[in-house]
């Protein structure tokens, strides 16, 4: 279940998201009697739960019930179920107390009853609730200070990957896209080879800034990675550092951001002759323990390319392993996969999961490598195998632009699925993270449709037509993407 969803035990909300999800997966035909069952809840309940939803979205879907009790979901536009549940996650209790905490909107406990307009014991309840789902990144909210409790870099992880499933890249900040631009001056300066994910960073980057505001640093113990970063390369970074967000963050902390910044790394094709690296420089030891695993996970199949660069998909790979090694020495969560992405992952490619799963079992033999033997780096892995085995479609006009926010290592995954969707006189862009998708963009492409898995900042052209995604598309939602581009150039060909 995704973190969004796992923030939820109040059976009204779930039972208006779990109405959404039935309607909207491939399940067949879906009757009252059936759906009553399966969200526990009597008929009138349901009906109840269905005439709500229909006057809340009342301009965008509409739920009916026919002669025969047959439920449908009837949606005008092209627009997944998954958009919907988060508009009602957003209304939510357990919503407006996360977000709340994060943006220092209450003092304290009495002051959230408060400002939220609730019990002592209703809020006491929701925190327990809460803590249920923090508690996969090691996360708590105590009541004493009315605040996140844990090791920071935890927090800020939750916080990530937890903002990252609503794909509004202003959920956080309505300056983000400035502080993206901000930080790319300064990458530019360290590096400008630096392969970044602007989609990712316009998350991460203004929940850092968030937490520098209110005086939450990282812990000495935190940065056990001074071994691991090449002071060489390190030796100009604290200087541009404070010239660019001040001298008043701790040392600690600017070493924490030079290795965390490879949190934000976009392993997608590069789109230009610059940006090609993937990581930082290791020092030599780790990366010969690196270089071993890589060749066992892929020397097996014959498939061994070793690419340490950024000019191929392998090299993504490496770099990949490389960056997760520093990563996981400062957090064990940096290697969150959802539980939505795992599942696809390891049913679908259940062999080749397995496979991954364990050569990197068996090949760790050093305690430094015993990091990244956990199954969701496995079930990374696992993507961009499958990416690189797809078969790859030269496209032509007319155009189609496609702009993915995805987890880390799952770029070349959903390129691979979506390249499926079109014919080969179909002309295709790709903004897969490294670049965010503005009104300049759209009017030097010029396309005919956008697929996208987020929130547009600007406003599209009536000729383009919108294709919206959920965050990890399922293959339902593949197939409907690939008829309504068909309708859609039908319609332009006409």
């Known amino acids: 279940m995704s973190l969004r969803l796992m923030i939820h035990r109040d059976k009204q909300i779930l039972r208006k998201i779990n109405l959404l999800l039935k309607l909207g997966s491939p399940q067949g035909e879906m009757t009252v009697g059936l759906l009553s069952k399966e969200l526990e809840c009597t008929r009138p309940t349901l009906r109840e739960t269905i005439d709500y939803l229909n006057y809340r979205f009342q301009n965008q879907f509409f739920i009916s019930i026919s002669t025969k009790s047959v439920v449908e979901l009837h949606c005008d536009s092209f627009i997944p179920v998954d958009v919907f549940i988060n508009e009602i996650v957003k209304e939510s ?71 990252l499933e609503f794909g509004d890249l202003e959920i956080v900040s309505k300056h983000s896209i400035k502080e993206v631009r901000k930080f790319m001056k300064f990458a530019d300066e360290i590096d400008p080879s630096m392969r970044f994910s602007q989609a990712r960073l316009a998350i991460w980057i203004p929940i850092v800034l968030a937490r520098w505001k209110k005086r939450r640093f990282v812990s000495e113990k935190e940065i056990n ?27 600690e902390e600017i070493r924490w951001f030079y290795i965390t910044s490879l949190y934000c790394i976009s392993y997608s094709d590069p789109t230009d002759l610059i940006r090609t690296n993937y990581t930082v420089i290791a020092n030599e030891k780790n990366q010969q323990a690196i270089l071993s695993l890589f060749k066992a996970l892929f020397e097996t199949e014959n498939q061994l390319m070793i690419d340490t660069g950024g000019g191929s998909e392998r090299g993504g790979v490496y770099a990949f392993l490389i960056n997760m090694l520093y990563l996981k020495r400062i957090s064990k969560h940096f290697d969150y996969v959802p539980d939505q992405i795992v599942q696809t992952m390891t049913e679908n490619y259940e062999a080749l999961f397995n496979k991954r799963y364990n050569l990197l079992s068996n090949v760790v033999d050093c305690e430094i490598l015993s990091l990244i033997v ?10 961009f195998q499958v990416s690189i085995d797809k078969q790859k479609h030269d496209l032509k006009t007319p155009h189609i632009l496609f702009s993915f926010i995805v987890e880390a290592g799952f770029e070349h995954y959903i390129v691979k699925d979506s390249k499926i969707l079109v014919k080969d006189s179909v002309n295709v862009s790709y903004y897969m993270d490294d670049r965010i998708v503005d009104s300049g963009i759209i009017a030097y492409h010029q396309p005919d449709i956008i697929v996208c898995n987020h929130y547009l900042l600007h406003e599209v052209p009536e000729t383009t037509a919108v294709i919206r995604l959920t965050n990890f598309p399922t293959v339902k939602e593949w197939q409907q993407a690939e008829r309504k581009i068909s309708e859609t150039l039908l319609e332009r060909q006409n």
Not at 128 to 142: H, K, P, R, W
Not at 242 to 250: A, L, N, Q, V
């Open 93 to 163: 209790m357990s919503y407006r107390i996360i977000v709340g905490l994060f943006k220092g909107e209450y003092k304290n406990l009495v002051d959230a009853q408060q400002t939220l307009g609730v019990s002592r014991t209703f809020i006491l309840q929701k925190i327990e609730m809460l803590n249920q789902a923090l508690a996969v990144f090691d996360v708590a909210i105590t009541t004493r200070h009315f605040d996140f409790h844990g090791d920071e870099t935890n927090i800020r992880l939750f916080l990530f990957n937890f903002f």
């Open 225 to 251: 990675v001074c071994d691991l970063i090449d002071e060489t390369e390190y030796k100009r970074f604290p200087d541009l550092f404070k010239k660019t967000w001040g001298k008043h963050i701790p040392d």
């Open 374 to 383: 956990t199954k969701n780096v496995a079930v990374s892995l696992t993507a």
